[in-house]
């Protein structure tokens, strides 16, 4: 068996651990754009809701008041909850690209090693003909 058959379930399996990397990238690339769409929603929302305003009595002003004061909190832990998913995604294109490099990487040594053996396989042909050539040579010289 030669080298690069016996290197290749390695560079099968770092295929298979980059494909996997590559998921969970997009996963999380839609996990990250799903909390932001839900952090722009909020915004939108206590934006239209501050512009409506008109004629309230004093307790329906103080109700709306804290209404958009728990708005402005759930704004506030949306953002923490965009900024975490930003870094979690930013965590997983990392692991991607080390997986995908480790791929690369390893198929680039099979790569090399089967040029190798190609070209020693040519040499071993090239030899076998100079070497029937060499001996088709003799007996006629030999007459």
């Known amino acids: 068996m030669t080298r690069s058959e016996r290197l290749q379930p390695a560079v099968d399996q770092a295929e298979r651990r980059e494909q996997e ?6 996963e999380q690339q839609q ?8 952090l722009d929603e909020l915004e939108r929302y206590r934006k239209e809701y ?3 305003a008109g004629g ?13 004061e728990r708005i402005d909190q759930a704004i506030v ?25 480790r791929e690369k990487a390893l198929d680039s040594v099979v790569g090399r090693y ?6 020693s396989e040519q040499r071993q042909e090239q030899a076998d003909i100079d070497e029937r050539m060499q001996q088709r040579r003799r007996p006629a010289a030999s007459t």
Do not use: M
């Not at 990397?21 to 997009?26: D, E, K, T, W």
């Not at 309230?56 to 958009?68: C, K, M, P």
């Not at 089967?114 to 070209?119: G, N, P, S």
């Open 21 to 26: 990397a590559l998921q969970r990238l997009a």
């Open 50 to 52: 501050s512009l409506s």
């Open 114 to 119: 089967r040029t190798l053996e190609r070209q």
């Open 31 to 38: 996990r990250s754009a799903y909390v932001q769409q839900q």
């Open 56 to 68: 309230l009595t004093v307790s329906a002003l103080l109700n709306r008041q804290q209404f958009v």
């Open 77 to 101: 832990q949306q953002r923490r909850e965009v900024e975490r998913q930003q870094q979690l995604t930013e965590t997983t294109r990392l692991q991607w690209l080390q997986a995908h490099a």
